[in-house]
């Protein structure tokens, strides 16, 4: 089953505005990452945060943690077209290397 | 996508044949992965190796098997029993934990057509 859920499900909004999505887990983890992906294409690494951060940024991307609430958002501030893709957050729990990943958020940035 | 290639890029099968997707790393990456997407949804696990000559099933391994002879390849073959292949599959590699790199580094995929 999926570990996270991602909201919303589509994002649409004009270049040079802030998107923000949320991902909901289910269980106690170790980390949290979020990739993207563009269409008919591979993911690609974002951003990682562990358990015992709140907040991590690099450079257009924030991402918070919530362990309490086991929920934790991206923001993308100042949008661009080229960034416009599906994004996915997973989680790392127990042991190993092994990711469960969300359903992911598609974001539509227009120019 | 760097470092990982998969191939072919599209695959078509006929009912009741195998086939068999590539997976490469040229990154020295112990832990190999498949993933299946189908349409509009987050990725699902079929198999996983954390090192050579070893794997384990993920949460969707009925009718598909793996192998992993060498550390660079781990290919996918779907099987006949796999009912409903039609998908994107991806692969992709990490270092091992221990090295305190966990991100993954996935591959362009292979969508797979059902004749």
Not at chain 1, 15 to 21: K, L, P, V, Y
Request: glycine share 8%; with cysteine.
């Amino acid at each position: 089953s999926q570990q996270g859920e991602e909201d919303p499900q589509a994002l649409s909004i004009q270049e040079g505005e802030n998107a923000t999505m949320n991902c909901s887990y289910k269980t106690s983890i170790n980390n949290l990452q979020w990739y993207r992906q563009n269409s008919g294409r591979g993911l690609v690494h974002l951003i990682l945060i562990r358990s015992n951060e709140r907040e991590k940024h690099s450079g257009r991307l924030r991402v918070t943690l919530d362990t309490s609430k086991k929920s934790s958002s991206l923001l993308i501030t100042a949008s661009r077209a080229a960034d416009t893709a599906s994004y996915f957050c997973a989680t790392r729990a127990g042991g190993g290397n092994k990711l469960t990943f969300g359903t992911g958020t598609q974001l539509k940035v227009e120019l | 996508d760097g470092g990982i290639t998969q191939s072919p890029k599209y695959l078509f099968r006929k009912e009741g044949q195998n086939v068999t997707l590539s997976c490469e790393q040229n990154l020295n990456h112990d832990a190999m992965y498949w993933y299946r997407q189908d349409p509009g949804q987050g990725l699902r696990l079929i198999y996983y190796s954390q090192i050579v000559n070893d794997f384990q099933k993920g949460d969707i391994a009925e009718g598909y098997s793996v192998s992993r002879e060498k550390k660079e390849s781990f290919p996918l073959t779907v099987t006949s029993a796999q009912k409903n292949p039609t998908a994107f599959y991806l692969c992709a590699s990490s270092a091992r934990v221990a090295v305190g790199d966990e991100t993954q580094y996935f591959g362009p995929g292979t969508r797979l057509l059902v004749l």
